[in-house]
Every structure is written in structure tokens, then in C-alpha cells.
């Protein structure tokens, strides 16, 4: 069910576009590669995480409650529904469905900002009601916070990202042909969603 | 007509306007070849500061009891040191300066894939390191360049800034990794296959990946090293749990292959200069281009050789043992080639040949001292000594700073189409050969004999060799005045050079010195390896590179 194609106000660009065109895989494998960096800078905090968790006092350590895996678990679910909407936003596009990708891409920023607030209902749980902080609970609060943290700040520049993106392509800074940056948009949101994966695992899990 | 050929569209064949005025051309440039010479120029300048540090290091031990600094300070200026010429120097100028000069010439590319991320990546540079350097001013770090907490958690406030600085650098480092590895992945002439690339570029491309992952590595490290002396957050301080060995394990998991990023393109200089300087093709192609892969791999293996003494069960010191012995193979195999191509080879007995001879010679002894470190008894015996010091300035000095010059002389033609004095080269190598010997040999035994590292003071029986050691350092000292004497008489009075000085064969020969900014008129098609000296060039459609024919930038 196609609705209108691309919307009102795209520039022809000309030239500068068919150049976009074909530089697109320098963009993808240069975002892919910034990617796999970002990759390294968690798995480090993981390693060092998983090192200290492993030096021997029990975990959690004592005086520091388990972690509320159910409130957690369905953080996760509205993280990961946020990636399901991200694709389908993302596919909708490609094939010119505008409506409908407005809706995917509107609900996948909103189910981001969900995700991030509750991130801050569990970071006020954990200091207020069970007294851990960030510096003043051991390596419990360290590794968390930092870790948590981290991805916390990046589903936050994800989701500013996202609302740039949706912007400009409200604007028509996207063709049907020339969309490279909600691919990178895409791929960015699913990298969260994957480290979540991990971090969820580890912290909530195990 | 236009002149301007357009092969297969895209990056390939457009070329952009040329940029006007002083500030787009020479200060936020986008053109690789500035953006190289940029790093350069910065990367020699903190090297002479750096230098200046070894020296009053090395005047500091003239004396068995110092006196020429006090303790305090001669922690910080060894620590600086060393930092200094690992993150401001050499990495710097062995990736983003030499890497960015040569490379995109040497595949047949107009730019790397991201010129702006590649001006962003040095702006960084210059400003991280007067970030470092302005440590100074605020109790700059004191534990080494290394940094091991708990000391560098009680230290002063530079040791945040140091943490700040090198995180910054390290940005720096791992954006110039993706930009080459996506510039040489994608954007080789056409016909150019991965085995029809110079060797210099396969050095490049082995270390990139390095860069880019090891560095970020660093990050993590120091971040949470930031975090803790900043705002308590528990690391690495053992009374709230945390662990001094986790910083060992995260900071050398970076510095052990940040020691084949500082090496591995010096290695891929090496390989481009003695075949030219021999006229005969290099010995051994495939296997120094896999040896690169195979040395850049390994060696994220085998960072815990550096801590045997911290403690380290058996078990595990046995398996890093082993695998740091297994990495003198594929660097066994490039000394082997590279001599197999000298030998029977017409020698051109050039500055810069005799740099990259110095550099086997002096690598291979580094990298001797190196296999001796492996083995877990005798390191127990000598870590933390001057011998040591004496296997890494082999390596690190004899090696990469040779590279550095030997690439610097090579090059310097391409870049200003000048020539270096080739009399004040010899003088700078002899006596920085001499120099050098001096300076370190002794430190060998030294340290066999007992004198700790980082020490500024020592017992008398050392004395001797210290001084020797000292004074030696001032004639190296002089040898690299020279050289900048040379780098800076040679910009205006220079011999003129040439598009190809030195008969050689790869790409970056065959267009003008220095080149135009759209560095070739037409994208040439490759059919061959380029070290086949006595054969036809391999290369189709570089007519018109040394012609004058105008050339128009266009848009598509």
C-alpha cells in the first residue's frame, strides 16, 4: 500500500547525489569499523568487570542487595521491541511506504526514551532506597554504573541521533536511493541493543 | 577539453576544486599529503622536547648520587619522556604522518576515504599533546609511562591530564585506523590487487586494525583510571576492592601491540627502500605482506610477558612465553628477505639506504634482547632494570627512529621536491649510528648487573658505564641536530629532485615532486608488483602525469 514517494521539498542535488551514491560502502564499512571500536571500548569495561566480580568476595558483595531482574527485564523488552520498530521504519522507507515509516521511526524514539527512563527510575531505586552509588558501593557500583552508564549515554546520543534523522528526512535530505544515514542510523540503534544483550546477561543473569 | 578522466565515477575519477587561501590549504587542510606533513612537523617537534627529557635523564646519571634534578622531578621527566615518545612521536609519525603522505599515492588514490575525519584526527594531535605537556604545571605523572596504580592513583593532578591527553591522542589514533583501513580497502587503483599493493601499505594495513582496536583498548584503561582519581569510583585501588593487576592486564592488553603499530610500518619503509636501493626486486613478497597480518595478530596475544613478575600464576606466564618466542618467526622472515634482497644486489649507497641497513642490523639486536625477555627466568632476573631500557631503545630508536629517518630522506624529495644534503646525512648517520651504540649497548649490561630502571640515582659501580652511557647521548643528540639542520637548509636550498629521484618504481614516483593536490591526473590501471626493476613499469595511463596538460576539477 504505497503511499506518496518521496516527500515534498527533496533537492535534486545532481551530481553531488549520483557521488553520494557511489561512495556509499566507504560510509557503511567506515561506520561499521567505528562500530566494532565501540565494540572494544565495552567489552574492556566487560573484561574488567567479569575480573574484578571474579576476585572472590561473593556477588553481590555483602550489604548490596540482587539487582530487580524483572523491572530490568522489561526495560529490555521495550529496548528490543525499539530495534524490531527501527528495522520496520527502516524497511518501510526503503520501500517508500512514508507513513508508515514515520510511525516506526516516531515509536522507536519514543520506546528509547522509555528505555532511558527506566534506566532512571533504576539508577533513583539503587541510590535512594538501596544506597548504592556509584563511587560509594565498591566494585559493585563501579562496574554497574560505569557500565550501565556507558550504554546509557549512548542509547542517549542514539536516540538524539534518531530524532535528527527523522527530521532530515522529514525535510528530504533522503531519496529513495540515497538514505546512508538511516542505514548508520539503524545499524547504530541494533549495536545498542546488542551490547544491552550482553550487559543485561551479565548484570542481570548471572 | 577537460583532461579530467573520469574512470568508474565516485571517488575514483572526481576531482575536487582546488582550495583556496592560506588557511584551507596549509592549516585545515583536507589534503592528505598536508595533513601527513602536518603530523611530521608536530611529531619532530615533540620529539625534540622529549629529547631534551632523555637528556637530562642521561645528565642526571652522569653522577652515582644525581644532583641534577631532584627525585621528584626526575620521576616526572622520565614518565614524560616516555609517554611523549610513544603518543606524540613516534605513532604519530609512523601512522598519520608517513601513513598519510605515502599511502594514498601508493594505491592509486586522489584522498584517504574521509578527508575531514583525517584533518579532525590531527587537530587532535598537537592539542593533546599541550595538554600533556602542560602537566608540567600541575605535578605532571610520576609512575612511568606506564603508570601502574596504586602510585598513579596517589599522584598529583597530572596524572589526571596525562589520562585526559592520551585518551585524547588515542581518539586521534583510532580514527586515522579506520580511515586507512577503508581507504585501502576500497580505494585501490583499479588492478590493484591486495597482491599487487606496495609493502608499505601492508604494513599499514596490519597496523590500522591496531590501531583502531588496541587504542580503544587504552581508553577503557584510562577512563576508569580518570574516574577513579577524579570521583572515587573503585578500579584499581585493592582497599575498596579493586585490583592494581586489572590495570596491568587492560593497559599492556593496548601497549604490547602498541609496540607493533610503532614497528610494523617502519618494517613496510624497510621494504620499499632496499629494493629501490639495490635495484632488484624484493626478496620474499607475499611472505613479509603475511608476516605484517600474522605479527599484527599475534601480537594482541602475548601483552602479559610484561607483567612475570606481578605475581602471575605459572601456568600462564608458560603460554605467553611461548607465543611471544612464536612472533620472532614472521619477524625472523622479514630480516631474512630483506637481506636476501640486498645480497647481489647494485648497491646505491644513499642516506637513506644506510638508515635502512642500520635499521636491520640495530632491530635485529633489539629484537634478540627481545627473545631473551621472553624467557620467563631470565626476565625475572632482569625486568624492571636498564636491561629493559636497552631492548626497547634497540628496538624502538634503532628501529622505528631509523625508519623514521630512513623514510624522512626517501621521502622528503616527493614532498618538496628537493633533495636532503646527502653529505650531512652520512655525518647525521655515522655519528648517530656511534651515538647510539654507545648510548644503549651498555645498558645491556647494566641492567644484567643489577641497576634498576627508573632510578635517579644509583651504586657507584655502575659509574662508568653511565657516563659512557651519558656522554654517548650527547654525541646522538648532535647527530639528530643535524638532521633537522639538514630538514630545514634542504626546504630552500635543497637540490632540486624530480618527479623520481631514486628510480623507483612504485606510484607515488611516477607523478611530479611534490605531487599536484589531486595527486594524479588520471587513476592508473595496475598490472603487476612494482619491485621488478629492469622490467617495464606495470602500470597503464600515467602519459600525462609529467606533462603539463591542464586539468579541470569538475563536478559530475
Redesign the interface.
Known sequence: MAVAAVPHGAVDH???D??YI??R??RL??FL??L???C??F???I??YL??RN?G?GWP?PGINRLDVAFAALNSVVLFGSGATMHYALENWKHENFGRYVFFMLATIVLGIGFLSGQAYEYTTLYFREHVS???S??F??SF??LTGMHGFHVSVGVLYLIILFLQSVHGIYTKDKYFGLTAGTLYWHFVDVIWVVLFSIFYLI | MSATAVHGGGIAGHIHPEPQGFVRRYIFSIDHKIIGIQYIVTGFVFLILSGMLAEIIRTQLLHANGGFVSPDVYNEVYSMHGSAMVWLVIIPLITGGFGNVIMPLQIGARDVAFPWLNMISFWIFPVAGLMLFSSFLMGAPVAGWTEYPPMSLQAGPGTSMWAAAIFLVGVSSTLTGINFVVTMYQMRAPGMTFTRMPLFCWAQLATAPLLMIATTALAAALAALFMERQFGVPFYDPTKGGSPIMWQHMFWFYSHPAVYIMILPAFGMISEILPTFSRKPIFGYKMIAFSSMAIALAGFMVWAHHMFTSGLAPYLQLPFMILTFTIAIPTGVKIFSWTATLWGGKIQYTTSLLFAVGFVGLFTLGGITGIFLAAVPFDLHVHGTYFVVAHFHYVLVGGSLMGIFAGTYYYFPKMSGRLMNETLGKWHFWLFLIGFNGTFLPQHWLGMLGMPRRVPEYDPQFQFWNDFSSISSYVMTFAILLFFINLLWSIRNGKKAGPNPWGARTLEWQIPSPPHYYNFKNIPTVHGLPYNFGQPLPYKGLEEELTDSPVHAGAH
Open positions: 545532481g551530481g553531488a549520483q557521488l557511489e561512495t560502502s566507504l564499512q567506515g569499523l567505528f566494532v571500536s565501540d572494544v571500548l567489552s574492556s569495561f573484561f574488567a575480573y574484578m576476585s568476595q558483595p556509584w563511587a560509594g565498591g566494585i557500583g563501579a554504573f560505569t
